[in-house]
């Protein structure tokens, strides 16, 4: 089985926050890079944040740094995506990706999870 499930996604206030979670099986966890990218309402689909599984390291998008920290747990093959401070304007399906490159186009990624809504109300 190939898969990444999401979680965590609800409806929260304006500068509150979140935890998202992927959950990889199969050979989503042979993948070097897990990514979040999220879709909002009328918005083309965007990179959030990504990292490697071996070494952690970690690329944001200018409009989420300092507030979204990407995180994993290797021995859970769970990837995390911790968003504080959310705006409006994070409004968005949020997606789990696996891929070969640290790279921020989604077209790099083989394997994408369902989606998990977040919303933020102002």
């Known amino acids: 089985q190939d898969q990444l499930v999401e979680s965590g996604g609800g409806l929260v206030q304006a500068g509150g926050s979140l935890r998202l979670s992927c959950a990889a099986s199969?050979?989503?966890?042979?993948?070097?890079?897990m990514g979040w990218f999220r879709r909002g309402p009328g918005k083309k689909r965007e990179f959030v944040a990504s990292?490697?599984?071996?070494?952690?390291?970690?690329d944001y998008a200018d409009s989420v740094k300092g507030r979204f920290t990407i995180s994993r747990d290797n021995a859970k093959n769970t990837v995390y995506l911790q968003m504080n401070s959310l705006k409006p304007e994070d409004t968005a399906v949020y997606y789990c990706?696996?891929?070969?490159?640290?790279?921020?186009?989604?077209?790099?990624?083989?394997?994408w999870g369902q989606g998990t809504q977040v919303t933020v109300s102002s």
């Open positions: 199969g050979r989503t966890i042979s993948s070097n890079v």
């Open positions: 990706a696996a891929g070969p490159l640290r790279k921020s186009d989604s077209s790099w990624y083989n394997y």
């Open positions: 990292l490697t599984w071996i070494g952690g390291s970690t």
